[in-house]
């Protein structure tokens, strides 16, 4: 089956600084990514679709200043929560299209603590 | 806004008895409906997918679809405690729109 890392798995942060989260495809290439975030017993929600050379396109109430994505090949996207505070954290999560199917992979989830 | 519901529970079976998970969507033109179940702290992974009326098994695991009414099922057979986790529905191609899940408990 197709494979999703990212990483890291778990990061804390300082109120105020940025965070890099990076989702690789590993086996297959994914011209489509799609990151989400899950707050405790709540619901996936989208943030963002991901689409390998152009810019991501964020739904609604999502803040693309504070949520940078990019995908610069065809295996790798990154999501920075820049300037990041306690009301971020949460658990990102994103997944993988391959050839546009209808299944998507999940990669196993960063879960951010912002103190 | 495409909405998906689900009954959050927490649901309740016996050892060896049928679960059944229940998903209502909005979206009348929506085509493709999943089901993922996940594990406390884990990301999802997908039990099934189903795409037309009727019925879908999959070993232990059946999805029911009733695009008149709107309505996705999964009926969980011999339900184990390993099946014990939060049940999300997903509806859409792509970009996909969540339920908020079931938690299942099967109690051993």
């Known amino acids: 089956g197709a494979v999703v890392s990212q990483h890291p798995s778990r990061v804390i942060c300082k109120s105020g600084t940025s965070v890099k989260i990076e989702c690789r495809s590993l086996?297959?290439?994914?011209?489509?990514m799609f990151w989400y975030r899950q707050f405790p017993k709540k619901s996936l929600m989208l943030m963002a679709t991901?689409?390998?050379?152009?810019?991501?396109?964020?739904e609604q109430g999502v803040e693309k200043d504070k949520f940078l994505i990019n995908h610069a090949s065809l295996t790798l996207s990154t999501l920075t929560v820049t300037s990041a505070h306690p009301e971020d954290s949460s658990f990102y999560i994103c997944s993988a299209d391959r050839d546009s199917g209808v299944e998507q992979y999940f990669g196993p989830g960063t879960r951010l603590t912002v103190t | 806004q495409k909405e998906v519901e689900q009954n959050s529970g927490p649901l309740s079976v016996p050892e060896g008895a049928i679960a059944s998970l229940n998903c209502t969507y909005s979206?009348?033109?929506?085509?493709?409906f999943f089901w993922y179940r996940q594990y406390s702290g884990k990301s999802p992974e997908l039990i099934m997918f189903i795409y037309s009326n009727g019925d879908k098994e999959d070993g232990r695991f059946t999805a029911q679809l009733n695009k008149a009414s709107q309505y996705v099922s999964l009926l969980i057979r011999d339900s184990q405690p390993s099946d014990s986790a939060t049940y999300l529905c997903a509806v859409g191609q792509g970009q996909l729109t969540f339920g908020s899940g079931t938690q299942l408990t099967v109690l051993p």
């Open positions: 991901s689409n390998e050379g152009s810019k991501a396109t964020y």
């Open positions: 979206d009348r033109g929506s085509q493709s």
């Open positions: 086996d297959f290439q994914a011209t489509t």
